[in-house]
């Protein structure tokens, strides 16, 4: 699996992905990609509603700010309701609670004096596939979440400047949010109850040092707002292979995906590791990052979804 999985993050951060910036043909190959694993995994698509009318029964949400196309790639794993694996169809499904897993996909694209690739192998072919690893776990029959687990993967994060010299990212978990609050989406009938969002976003550099000074090491965790107590009681064990940082927690708040939830007092979980220097740079390639780290940490969130599935 630990193959696999990097070969997902080679392909998604290769030369023929471009940087994956919106409405370049890179973007579009990583769209088809990432589909292909939805669909892989049999997710179920979300319906935009709109005056009781639900359309685009699709993986793909698109959407626009005049300058750019952008698209959310969205899929549900229905939840029992039960700690234990029942038919579905035995269970009231619209109050089961959904948590929303999300990663974004986008990237810079090339640099526009050298034309050099931005590849964003950590940031953020990573996050994605640890969604991918997340879609097979909970996929399975003896797997079956508890909450319906929406996944997404989130365009339009990065900051872009725009022809009227606005400069705006988090756009794809904005217009997501703003859709859901106004009643918008759907689930194969299944209504859409968010509870939390756990964000994923770049999870495998393991420098030791950043612009000359220490790392924080580990993989970390925003969100918890200082009830450490908490948490650790719906973690469980695996609370302790995280790192929780109130500075990082503040700094990190208004710049990652889990904003556009938290913004509207949904709860929200962030997971990333420190700032590095290859960072939104040409040097975050496939060969930059630690293979161990990567598929560490992937086996550290799968094991904390598992345990926040169950006592959330």
């Known amino acids: 699996m630990k193959i696999k999985l990097l070969n997902h993050l080679k392909v998604l951060s290769s030369k023929k992905m471009n940087g994956r910036k919106p409405g370049t043909k890179g973007h579009k190959i990583a769209i088809k990609y990432i589909i292909s694993q939805f669909k892989k995994r049999r997710l179920l698509t979300v319906t935009n509603c709109n005056n009781k009318e639900c359309t685009n029964k699709s993986y793909e949400h698109s959407f626009d700010n005049n300058f750019a196309q952008f698209t959310n790639i969205m899929g549900m794993i229905p939840g029992t309701g039960h700690l234990s694996t029942v038919d579905t169809d035995t269970v009231d499904t619209d109050t089961i609670g959904t948590i929303v897993i999300t990663a974004h996909y986008d990237h810079l694209g090339t640099d526009t004096n050298t034309n050099e690739i931005f590849y964003g192998a950590d940031d953020n072919a990573s996050g994605v596939v640890t969604l991918f690893m997340m879609m097979k776990w909970f996929s399975q ?172």
């Open 141 to 312: 029959k003896n797997h079956k979440p508890r909450h319906n687990l929406l996944f997404i993967c989130f365009d339009g994060e990065e900051s872009y400047e725009y022809p009227d010299g606005t400069n705006t990212g988090l756009l794809g978990s904005s217009h997501f949010v703003e859709q859901y609050l106004a009643g918008k989406f759907n689930s194969d009938k299944q209504q859409i109850n968010i509870v939390l969002n756990f964000n994923i976003d770049m999870i495998c550099n393991n420098d030791q040092t950043h612009q000359g000074k220490p790392r924080i090491k580990g993989l970390m965790v925003n969100g918890i707002n200082g009830k450490i107590k908490y948490w650790k009681q719906i973690i469980g064990p695996i609370y302790d292979k995280l790192t929780y940082n109130k500075q990082k927690e503040t700094e990190w708040y208004e710049s990652q995906d889990a904003y556009s939830f938290a913004k509207h007092n949904i709860p929200w979980l962030y997971f990333g590791v420190d700032d590095f220097d290859n960072y939104h740079t040409i040097k975050d390639r496939f060969d930059s990052i630690d293979p161990n780290v990567f598929w560490n940490n992937i086996k550290i969130l799968v094991n904390v979804m598992i345990s926040i599935d169950k006592q959330f």
